[in-house]
């Protein structure tokens, strides 16, 4: 059997890149709480600007890269 990887879990308040279907719907997103079933409550910016919460799998999200504010 291959060994399965644990999820990386992001602790609330993080900056992370949530990496959806395709590369036009990857965004940029504020880890706001954990959910069940290894999912996360996310805030983002929708389209018209106002901030909405998403609710993603923990497997979409990644760390954003550390060169980014520097």
Do not use: H
């Not at 990857?26 to 954990?34: I, K, S, Y």
């Not at 999912?39 to 910016?45: L, T, Y």
């Amino acid at each position: 059997m291959a060994k399965m990887q644990k999820s990386w879990m992001p602790p609330v308040g993080t900056l992370v890149v949530y990496a959806a279907r395709s590369r036009k719907l990857t965004r940029n997103v504020r880890v706001v709480a954990e959910a069940s079933g290894g999912r996360m409550v996310v805030e983002a910016i929708g389209r018209q600007g106002v901030c909405v919460r998403l609710t993603v799998k923990c497997e979409n999200l990644r760390p954003m890269a550390p060169d980014l504010f520097a």
